[in-house]
């Protein structure tokens, strides 16, 4: 390469890290933001691994301060926890310290770290550690080893105190944001009451069934939780278990319409040898296998009548028979059922009976449908779009503003699951694309009839994604489906060629 090209991509390089760190500002909340900024500057470095904490500004007098917000990339899951407990006592420390960025190509033969245990024991060798923000450190962004050679470069260290610099007003501004979403969230005093750390959702109507959670939760009674079916009642009955006095106990759940009705007595009360052809030996039931904890009865409307009447002496008595059994067993179980079915309507026309139905009823909470907590949208786009690129091991795409738009407009019949699964699709063939967001057209939502644009924005899109998926069919047919000829005769990467296959959804006809 000569010296004026050896410039040329000098400044292409320096471009697109401009421009990458322009995309990262418009990322709206922090864990994302943070998620970007590490993939990106662990991509630039060609670390191996990266870890980026922010602290409180109120602690910052008292280093090394308790990380506001973290996050970790390369390090194994059994690690993550551990990295800054091992890290802060030298190379994390130091930065914080002094305020300027610490590098070195082997810190276990470095004066200064060597005589550090984690340094020893893990042989750490490149290291760098910039602090974040211009003044007192904001936090710090920290990465380990090199997939080439040799330390970090002076480039990647201007790179890396440049994104530092920058991090710093993105993530006031973020951490304000976040903050006040926190303080208007009617959730958010709720969450503290009832373990739904992982409930996505500031809406009005989930704050009002937090509200009843958070009053059933510590009560060692029935629950029966009703509402269309995707909705997410399996996770509400996994709150209302870990919330409750049985939260150290097992969680145990069987769906009453996935199997037939000569094996459901078996799998729910268990069986003793001989009871039926295929119980040559005995067979423990969920009822045994939640002994002390919670049993759920997902789609308890589907219940075979037979059963019913033994589903209503464990709710009454706490006892019940194995099939096959002569003696009773004493059941230490709450129960938690899930239906989308109208049980009254059932006990009207003799399907599932009336008393087993008030039993059930004692405490009933309703999961609302997508429709009725559309405010929520937004923040499910974003958490599945994060979810499924995780998944797919993908860049980390994020939902376009009119995607996010139509979204919150359209109609989710199959609510929070079909939206889960649309997203993960739309992903799949947003990155088959090379686009960085998900637009209208992955998500397969059409644009509305009073945006001026829509007709011509929506018309190019789908000629475009037609015309990939024209080309690479073609292209496939004609190397006989060899995936190396056909990444290389239009001129990609086979890992992409397998994306957009995917994306397009194209299956090898088999002779």
């Known amino acids: 390469m000569t ?6 991509a000098k400044v292409e390089r320096e471009r697109d890290f401009y421009r990458t760190l322009l995309e990262l500002g418009r990322a709206d909340d922090v864990g994302t933001f943070l998620s970007k900024a590490l993939e990106m500057i662990v991509d630039i470095t060609s670390a191996v691994k990266g870890y980026i904490e922010l602290y409180d500004s109120d602690e910052l007098d008292n280093p090394p301060p308790a990380p506001h917000w973290s996050l970790a990339r ?7 926890e551990k990295v800054r407990a091992t890290l802060s006592q030298g190379i ?18 470095d004066a200064r770290f060597r005589d550090r245990r984690s340094v020893r024991e893990k042989r750490i060798e490149a290291v760098m550690c910039a602090p974040i923000g211009s003044g007192p450190p904001l936090g710090v962004i920290y990465l380990q080893d090199r997939r080439d050679i040799g330390p970090f470069t002076p480039d990647d260290v201007t790179r890396v105190e440049t994104l530092a610099v920058h991090l710093a007003p993105f993530t ?21 009451a009832v373990h739904a750390e992982g409930l996505i959702g500031r809406s009005a109507v989930i704050a009002a069934v937090l509200r ?25 009955a996994r709150i209302v278990h870990d919330s409750g006095p049985r939260a150290s106990k097992p969680f145990v759940e069987i769906n009453c319409g996935a199997l037939p009705e000569n094996l459901m007595e078996s799998e729910l009360f268990g069986a003793l040898p001989g009871a039926h052809s295929t119980a040559t030996r005995r067979i423990e039931g969920k009822v045994s296998a939640a002994q002390g904890g919670t049993l759920f009865l997902d789609d308890v409307g589907e219940l075979p009548l037979s059963l019913q009447p033994k589903l209503l002496q464990l709710l009454q008595s706490r006892t019940y028979f194995p099939l096959g059994g002569t003696k009773a ?14 049980l009254r309507g059932a006990v009207s026309e003799r399907r599932f009976r009336e008393d087993l139905f008030y039993r059930l009823h004692v405490l009933p909470i309703r999961v609302p449908s997508l429709a009725e907590r559309r405010d929520d949208i937004a923040e499910l786009l974003r958490f599945f779009c994060t979810q499924a690129s995780t998944a797919h091991r993908l860049p980390h795409l994020q939902p376009s503003a009119r995607a996010i738009r139509l979204a919150e ?11 889960a699964n649309a997203v993960e699709a739309a992903v799949i063939s947003a990155a088959g694309d090379g686009l960085l967001e998900i637009e209208p057209l992955h998500l397969q939502l059409e644009e509305r009839d009073d945006d001026p644009q829509s007709e011509r924005v929506m018309s190019f899109q789908q000629q475009t994604h037609r015309f990939q998926g024209e080309l690479l069919k073609k292209t496939l047919e004609s190397t006989g489906w060899n995936i190396a000829e056909t990444a290389q005769r239009l001129d990609l990467a086979r890992s992409h060629v397998y994306n957009l296959i995917k994306s397009h959804g194209f299956n090898r006809a088999r002779s």
């Open 3 to 8: 010296t004026s090209e050896s410039a040329l």
């Open 74 to 80: 390369g390090f194994r899951s059994e690690e993550v």
């Open 92 to 109: 994390i420390a130091e930065a914080i310290a002094t305020g300027r960025t610490v590098s070195t190509g082997a810190a276990y033969d």
């Open 172 to 192: 006031d501004r973020l951490l304000i944001r976040s903050e006040r979403l926190r303080d208007s969230d009617p959730t958010a005093p709720l969450r503290k």
């Open 212 to 236: 009843v959670v958070s009053q059933v939760a510590p009560l060692d009674v029935s629950v029966l939780l009703t509402g269309p079916s995707g909705t997410g009642k399996t996770q509400l």
């Open 329 to 342: 067993v004493t059941a230490d179980v709450r129960i938690i059922a899930a239906t989308n079915a109208d």
């Open 409 to 419: 407009t359209a109609e989710w019949p199959g609510n929070v699951r079909q939206l």
